[in-house]
């Protein structure tokens, strides 16, 4: 079975970025009778990248969260699989480059630095598999939340220069790139929801994790937990609305990067800790 994760390891980053192409190509030429073509190249790719999680899994007897590589792997799995199911609720398939160019980045990086190391029996735990899955999720749905924030900044400008360019010909217009990062930003804050429920529930029982509650991984989380939380609120109440409302989900992903920079490479959290102590 060593094989067979070796070589869906290979195959990964070949899928994504043929998948990136496919969805680049129909991005500039816009092919008709296209769309249904891209989504089985996707769906394709994230049908292998579940196998070779899977079975990775089960040949290394742990869930693959023991180092940032197996991470990163997880990461664009994440990114894609919110992606799909975001193209399958709303139909819109205009946009899906600029997320799958990050699920492409991370896997290579992925593919090509993973190994398999030593590790402590706390990560077979299906409690922390699920709590690490649900917060990547969780991220995922920010990560994309704010691409399209992004988007709609971009949008918003062009259009108040009168410019009408292949961005405005190939981006939905600006309520529906709203939508579409308002409904990543619910995603991402109901998986973000659950990944700390289940933390602050399971991770005070591991004496081996040192876990206290002023950790600033903890705290960067939260923030970012309340702030999407006020912007949610606040677009369902219908107090802010379109420019706020993406500027708000934006500036909650460029704090969780803050936030995981600082706890990883600044000030060590426990969270960071987790290969170095637990080994």
Known sequence: MQESVNILNLLLPFLYALSFGVYLLDFFKDFKNFDNFKRIFLFLALLIHAIYLIVRTIEFHHPPITNVFEIFTVIAFTITFSYFILELATDIRGTGLFIIVLSLLFQIISSIFIREQSFNDLFKSAYLGFHVFSALLGYA??????VYGFLYLRLYDELKHNKFGL??????????????????AIIGFIMLTIAVAVGMVWL?????????YSDPKLIGTGLVW????????SK???????????????????IAISSTIVTNFIYKSFHSSFTGTLQ
């Open 236 to 254: 369902i109440s219908g107090k802010w609305q379109g420019k706020k409302v993406v500027t708000l989900s934006i500036a909650g992903f460029l």
């Open 226 to 233: 309340l702030l999407y939380g006020f912007g949610i609120v």
């Open 167 to 184: 961005v405005f010909r190939r981006l939905p217009n600006l309520e529906i790139l709203e939508k579409l990062s308002f409904f990543s």
């Open 141 to 146: 749905g920010i990560t994309i939340s704010a």
């Open 204 to 212: 005070p029982q591991v004496p081996a994790l040192k876990f206290s």
